[in-house]
C-alpha cells in the first residue's frame, strides 16, 4: 500500500477540473472558428436552441452566468446577426432573446461540433454520457456545498 499525500498537487479534484476545462476548450477553438464563435458564444447558442425565447435572466441561470457576464455574449451575437433581444410585451423590464434566421442556419452547420470533439477527446459517447453524469454530480455536490 502507497501512502497517498494529500496535498499532492495531482490529487486535487479542482486542478484535474481546471486543466480539463482549459484543454478541451482550447480543442473546441478550431472547431468553432469556422462558424465565427467563441466557446462562450457556443453556449449560449446551444442554450438559445435548446430554449425558445428565454429572457436573460432565464438565460443566465441556463448557463450559469451572472447577467454582466453574459450581457456582452449577447450583444456581440446580436451585432454578428444571430439573436435580437426585445422587451417583452407583457413586462417591459423582461429582455427576451430569440434566435433569428441567421442563428437558426448556423445550427445547422453547428450540428457536426459534438462529433468532432468526440472524436477529438478519443471519446464514445458511453465516455460522454459518463463523463457528464460525474460532472453534473460535482456541480450539484459544489453548489450544495456553497448554499446555506
Not at 481546471?18 to 472558428?33: D, I, M, Q
Not at 469556422?34 to 425565447?53: F, I, K, N, R, S
Not at 417583452?88 to 423582461?94: K, L
Amino acid at each position: 500500500m502507497t501512502d497517498r499525500n494529500p496535498l499532492a498537487l495531482e490529487e486535487q479534484v479542482c486542478f484535474a477540473l481546471a486543466v480539463a476545462a482549459r484543454e478541451v476548450v482550447g480543442a473546441y477553438r478550431s472547431v468553432l472558428e469556422p462558424l465565427g464563435l467563441t466557446h462562450p458564444q457556443y453556449l449560449v447558442m446551444l442554450a438559445l436552441w435548446q430554449h425558445e425565447e428565454p429572457s436573460v435572466k432565464e438565460l443566465s441561470s441556463l448557463l450559469h452566468l451572472d447577467p454582466g457576464t453574459l450581457s456582452p455574449l449577447l450583444k456581440r451575437l446580436e451585432s454578428a446577426g444571430l439573436l435580437t433581444r426585445r422587451r417583452s410585451t407583457s413586462d417591459e423590464r423582461v429582455l427576451a432573446v430569440s434566435v433569428t434566421d441567421a442563428g437558426r442556419a448556423l445550427r445547422e452547420q453547428a450540428m457536426g461540433v459534438p462529433a468532432t470533439m468526440l472524436q477529438r477527446l478519443g471519446m464514445t459517447e458511453a465516455d460522454l454520457t459518463a463523463t457528464n453524469d460525474v460532472l453534473h454530480r460535482i456541480i450539484g455536490a459544489a453548489q450544495e456545498s456553497v448554499t446555506p
